[in-house]
């Protein structure tokens, strides 16, 4: 699981739950696989991106290095911060570990780099 | 569009995984002729939901490489060869273990393609998590694509564009109609007649 995808997963179709965003992640395995870089699409995707639950993310799997809390207006006529954000959106990658909801607690887990997000009937909203 | 090398997969695996058929290529023929109009739209994010062998979000990535692709599929043999699939033809694939796409954020996905299990069988042979979840559809062969549909306005994106493989037997004029009450137009993309199935690829979009 890249970071790029848990900045769009929730757990919020369990029953009771609210937002279920964002997941929390526990990393036991995680790699780094090489991507090309495009900067294009790297400045095309920060703006639909929630910043804050991407540089939190990263920090909790020890890839926070050099990723600003905020952005300024113009992040993308900074290359070298565009690479960091290419780096730990596309290629870090959570192999093993698991997703916690931030309100019910359940566990959703990461195996062979695929999160679990299956739920049993009776967890259904 | 090119068609994906899959020779990296062990046939005895597709006794678990649907193996691909006129429908997936149908499927991705359909993508290649609305090429031009996909092209214009440059997608950010595209989603295939039941994935399975990954053949056709990968062919996709292959044509798309500035697009983030993410496959799901409710079988975890299926998301496995799916991410196989794409890392064999270098795309760069996210695949997660889930039912249809209940667990994204919303208005997130450009394209969305879905190949749903669309044989009309009873009932109760639908809704499991093996191979019978690629084929088994329910009544009208429409349970699992109905459920589908009905999440279509909450994760696609505003001038997104949502793919649909459908057979005669679903009685394609029902979907046509649950769309546009859902404010959707549509289009007949590609039809081809299989053996005895009538097989058509339709586009919904706002």
Redesign the interface.
Known sequence: MKLITHNMLTSKCLKGVMTGYPLAINATDVKVKEVDFNPEFITRVIPKLDWEVLWVAANSIGHGEGLPKTLEPKFEEDEDLLKRVHKVLLEVEVEEGNLTCPESGRQFPISKGIPNMLLTEAEVQ | METPYQNHIDKADFDHVYEPAEDSFLLIDALEKDLEYLKKK?P??CLEVGSGSGVVITAFGMAF??T?C?STD?N?KA??MS?QTAAYNKV?L??????LM????DN?FDVIIFNPPYVVTESEECGG?DITASWAGGTKGREITDRLLNMIPKKLANDGVFYLLLIEENIPDEVVQIMFDYGYKSDVVLKRKVRNEQQLVFKFFR
Do not use: A, G, R, W
């Not at chain 2, 996210?94 to 039912?99: A, G, K, L, P, Q």
């Not at chain 2, 209940?102 to 954020?105: D, H, I, L, N, Y």
């Open positions: 440059n950010t994010f490489p500035q983030f993410l409710i975890f998301c496995v991410k760069n996210d695949t997660c273990n889930m039912d209940s667990s994204f954020t997130v998590c």
